[in-house]
């Protein structure tokens, strides 16, 4: 038998029906916590910011700018805000709050005393992460872009749904998309290995930011590297601003979205061999 | 053989430099097994690693032939009452349960029907629907336990499970775990209620400082430590021959009457030897016996002898 058919077999004969059940059963508590916790009240700040700032905008300039102009400040906000702060710490604070969280309050057992595989777990547990970030940041990204060009009225309108607007909401839903599997997975990896995982977390911040200055094959195990190159509206940048805008050497769209996919999974299957090591030791932790 | 038991290979458990416990076999058969030793003894440390919350430093545990490193089969059959007393924020005791259930795998009928039948069988059906956060110890405890039987496992590990119960509950409990290790469960409970570890275990584990000190049936291991006399009590028709006849063998190291004079208190060194005296006796004398008992054949008194004089607290 070939190793192809042995994998086929093997794969096969998993219990995938339980597997799901048991994802969908973390998924539906962790939710819960995820989206009803006091502690994640700074999230939904991180996220709904710009649309406090955007609607204030829209209020206080409802008879200056242009289209032009502001298609180029969402942008903005969207690369220098969402993508390096927002999403970066909303994830920071949600993926590693998913295993560090348990631990805290002393509820980890209860998962692990279940028939569950801790790599099912696992996944469940970062399907969690993803729905919660992905609600939070997509609905904050949307209504950004919604309260930029809703003042704009008719014109407004037909750039959005005549013109490259809708295409531009798409992109920026799909980078939010996969900014949160990937800076989710990387999260997730860390609050495994690290009691503490916020100096690791901006030692992650500073390569994803200085990571443009690096080769171009080291540029390729940073997450901004393909997202930056998928963002629809690209800013000029000058001076220190290039290094959050400018791509040296870009890869092709499909490329640009299996990368942070790829690295997610790579990441993923670290976090596996963590998450079955890990013991509990409350008193330690 | 190994299918039905629960067995520790030269396990050792060291947390850094700390010990948890060192060089531990055991071979553990069905029935209920009381785990003996003071706090810090490793008693939670060994019910962790039969369960896989911790991992061994050296040697290999196996549950019912299942290594604790596969949850998802080691868990079908196993169900574990820990000592951490926390929940998840914001758990009714219904929904503590049917969340495990649900993490079983099994679908939201089964899991209702199942969750029902573990709150009827602790008494906790009335207050299922409260928060746990406003439960008593006791309730908590119960609800804990609760979860632990709801899938029908046929290994329960149970920590401290009488803890903060009133005496009632704790009858109920004590009924509760005899009834499972009747029907050919594990159970295996750790308490420092040795009275009552004593009348519901069929084998005890007693441990101190990491080390299992003595194991199996407690008659076989209070026969085991010779540097204590056995002591043995006799109700008789003429306690003050019988004491006369026993002193004079080399075994008996103190025959004592009774204040109320009507039964002898004999320590000895060699019970088999003693009791082969005291049939002699009885039919060279016509003695009448009335009762024949050990006075120190239970949990109690072994833990005092073996580990007491080192650990005053349990």
């Given at each position: 038998?070939?190793?192809?058919?042995?994998l086929?077999?093997?794969l096969?004969?998993?219990?995938?029906?339980?597997?799901?059940?048991?994802?969908a059963?973390?998924?539906?508590?962790?939710?819960?916590?995820?989206f009803?916790?006091?502690r994640?009240?700074?999230?939904?700040?991180?996220?709904?910011?710009?649309?406090?700032?955007?609607?204030?905008?829209?209020?206080?300039?409802?008879?200056?700018?242009?289209?032009?102009?502001?298609?180029?400040?969402l942008?903005?906000?969207?690369?220098?805000?969402?993508?390096?702060l927002?999403?970066?710490?909303?994830?920071?604070?949600?993926?590693?709050?998913?295993?560090?969280?348990?631990?805290?309050?002393?509820?980890?057992?209860?998962?692990f005393?279940?028939?569950?595989?801790?790599?099912?777990?696992?996944?469940?547990?970062?399907?969690?992460?993803?729905?919660?970030?992905?609600?939070?940041?997509?609905?904050?990204?949307?209504?950004?872009?919604?309260?930029?060009y809703?003042?704009f009225?008719?014109?407004?309108?037909?750039?959005v749904?005549?013109?490259?607007?809708?295409g531009?909401?798409?992109?920026?839903?799909?980078?939010?998309?996969?900014?949160?599997?990937?800076?989710?997975?990387?999260?997730?990896?860390?609050?495994l290995l690290?009691?503490?995982?916020?100096?690791?977390?901006?030692?992650?911040?500073?390569?994803?930011?200085?990571?443009p200055?690096?080769?171009?094959?080291?540029?390729?195990?940073?997450?901004?590297?393909?997202?930056?190159?998928?963002c629809p509206?690209?800013i000029?940048?000058?001076?220190?601003?290039?290094?959050?805008?400018?791509?040296?050497?870009?890869?092709g769209?499909?490329?640009?979205?299996?990368?942070?996919?790829v690295?997610?999974?790579?990441?993923?299957?670290?976090?596996?061999?963590l998450?079955?090591?890990?013991e509990?030791?409350?008193?330690?932790? | 053989?190994?299918?039905?038991r629960?067995?520790?290979?030269n396990?050792?458990?060291?947390?850094?430099?700390?010990?948890?416990v060192?060089?531990?076999?055991?071979?553990?058969?069905p029935?209920?097994?009381?785990?003996?030793?003071?706090?810090?003894?490793?008693?939670?440390?060994?019910?962790?690693?039969?369960?896989?919350?911790?991992?061994?430093t050296e040697?290999h545990?196996?549950?019912?032939?299942?290594?604790p490193?596969?949850?998802?089969?080691?868990?079908?059959?196993?169900?574990?009452?820990?000592?951490?007393?926390?929940?998840?924020?914001?758990?009714?005791g219904?929904?503590?349960?049917?969340n495990?259930?649900?993490?079983?795998?099994l679908d939201?009928?089964?899991?209702?029907?199942?969750?029902?039948?573990a709150?009827?069988?602790?008494?906790?059906?009335?207050?299922?629907l409260?928060?746990?956060?406003?439960?008593?110890?006791?309730?908590?405890?119960?609800?804990r336990?609760?979860?632990?039987i709801?899938?029908?496992?046929?290994?329960?590990v149970?920590?401290?499970?009488?803890?903060?119960?009133?005496?009632?509950?704790?009858?109920?409990?004590?009924?509760?775990?005899?009834?499972?290790?009747?029907?050919?469960?594990?159970?295996?409970?750790?308490?420092?209620?040795?009275?009552?570890?004593?009348?519901?275990?069929?084998?005890?584990?007693?441990?101190?400082?990491?080390?299992?000190?003595?194991?199996?049936q407690?008659?076989?291991?209070?026969?085991?430590?010779?540097?204590?006399?056995?002591?043995?009590?006799?109700?008789?028709s003429?306690?003050?021959?019988?004491?006369?006849?026993?002193?004079?063998q080399d075994?008996?190291?103190?025959?004592?009457?009774?204040?109320?004079?009507?039964?002898?208190?004999?320590?000895t060194?060699?019970a088999?030897?003693?009791?082969?005296?005291?049939?002699?006796?009885?039919?060279k004398?016509?003695?009448?016996?009335?009762?024949?008992?050990?006075?120190?054949?239970?949990?109690?008194?072994?833990?005092?002898?073996?580990i007491?004089?080192?650990?005053k607290?349990?």
């Amino acid at each position: 038998m070939t190793r192809l058919a042995q994998l086929r077999t093997t794969l096969s004969e998993q219990p995938w029906e339980l597997w799901m059940r048991q994802i969908a059963a973390v998924l539906r508590m962790d939710l819960r916590k995820n989206f009803l916790s006091r502690r994640g009240i700074w999230i939904y700040l991180l996220a709904f910011a710009p649309v406090v700032i955007i609607t204030l905008h829209a209020i206080i300039d409802r008879h200056s700018g242009s289209m032009r102009e502001d298609t180029e400040v969402l942008a903005g906000i969207f690369q220098f805000f969402y993508l390096r702060l927002g999403i970066f710490f909303g994830c920071l604070g949600i993926f590693t709050w998913l295993f560090r969280g348990e631990i805290i309050e002393k509820s980890l057992h209860y998962y692990f005393l279940a028939p569950v595989k801790r790599e099912v777990l696992l996944l469940g547990k970062f399907a969690g992460g993803v729905v919660t970030s992905v609600t939070l940041f997509g609905l904050g990204v949307f209504t950004s872009f919604a309260m930029m060009y809703l003042r704009f009225g008719d014109a407004g309108q037909y750039y959005v749904f005549n013109g490259p607007g809708m295409g531009q909401l798409s992109a920026y839903l799909g980078v939010t998309v996969l900014a949160c599997i990937g800076y989710g997975s990387v999260f997730l990896a860390l609050s495994l290995l690290f009691k503490n995982p916020i100096i690791p977390a901006i030692l992650v911040l500073g390569w994803e930011t200085f990571t443009p200055v690096l080769p171009s094959l080291v540029q390729r195990f940073s997450i901004t590297y393909y997202l930056k190159q998928l963002c629809p509206v690209s800013i000029p940048g000058e001076g220190l601003l290039a290094l959050f805008t400018v791509v040296s050497q870009p890869v092709g769209t499909v490329a640009a979205i299996l990368g942070p996919i790829v690295l997610a999974a790579f990441v993923l299957v670290l976090a596996f061999k963590l998450v079955r090591r890990l013991e509990i030791s409350y008193v330690a932790d | 053989m190994s299918d039905n038991r629960i067995i520790l290979e030269n396990v050792s458990k060291f947390y850094g430099e700390v010990l948890g416990v060192n060089r531990v076999n055991l071979s553990i058969p069905p029935g209920v097994t009381g785990l003996v030793g003071p706090n810090g003894s490793g008693k939670t440390t060994l019910m962790n690693l039969m369960t896989g919350l911790i991992h061994p430093t050296e040697g290999h545990v196996s549950v019912l032939g299942i290594s604790p490193t596969r949850p998802e089969e080691l868990f079908r059959r196993v169900g574990y009452c820990a000592q951490f007393d926390s929940f998840p924020k914001g758990v009714t005791g219904f929904s503590f349960i049917y969340n495990t259930l649900r993490l079983h795998g099994l679908d939201d009928r089964e899991s209702v029907r199942l969750a029902h039948e573990a709150l009827e069988r602790v008494g906790m059906t009335e207050p299922a629907l409260r928060k746990v956060a406003g439960y008593s110890k006791g309730m908590r405890q119960r609800i804990r336990l609760a979860q632990a039987i709801a899938h029908h496992p046929t290994v329960l590990v149970l920590d401290e499970p009488l803890n903060g119960l009133d005496p009632m509950a704790r009858a109920e409990s004590l009924e509760l775990f005899q009834a499972l290790g009747k029907e050919g469960l594990h159970v295996i409970i750790s308490s420092h209620i040795l009275h009552e570890l004593d009348k519901m275990s069929d084998q005890v584990i007693l441990m101190s400082s990491g080390y299992v000190v003595a194991e199996g049936q407690i008659h076989a291991v209070r026969t085991e430590v010779k540097e204590h006399p056995m002591q043995i009590l006799i109700r008789c028709s003429d306690p003050n021959l019988l004491a006369s006849r026993v002193f004079a063998q080399d075994h008996v190291v103190e025959a004592k009457l009774n204040d109320d004079g009507k039964g002898v208190l004999v320590r000895t060194r060699d019970a088999d030897a003693f009791y082969l005296l005291l049939n002699q006796l009885v039919v060279k004398d016509k003695l009448s016996l009335e009762t024949v008992a050990p006075a120190d054949d239970d949990v109690n008194s072994v833990y005092q002898y073996l580990i007491g004089s080192e650990n005053k607290t349990i």
